[in-house]
């Protein structure tokens, strides 16, 4: 479903964010969810509520594996260098 019409978001694309280990202050920074009108903040809020309560240690491991992945550790040296 459409959460946001404004900035065309679903459930879905704001389930995924949080599953990745995202809040709602990162969702809305990241997908644009409640800085048009303003009318699906509330709506938004409980679908990142229900995907937290539901999946708590998935974004964890995922944030994890994003940290020990050959990728980041390289970025994060060249960038430390």
Not at 10 to 16: G, Q, V
Not at 23 to 44: K, M, P, R, Y
Not at 46 to 64: E, G, M, R, Y
Request: aromatic share 4%; glycine share 4%.
């Amino acid at each position: 479903m459409i959460v946001c019409v404004c900035q065309r978001v679903s459930d879905r694309d704001i389930a995924r964010h949080v599953r990745a280990g995202f809040g709602f202050d990162d969702i809305q920074l990241e997908l644009g969810v409640a800085t048009q009108c303003g009318q699906c903040e509330s709506c938004a809020r409980d679908v990142v509520a229900q995907c937290s309560a539901s999946h708590p240690v998935a974004a964890i491991q995922l944030a994890t594996s994003i940290l020990e992945s050959r990728a980041w550790n390289s970025s994060a040296r060249s960038a430390a260098a």
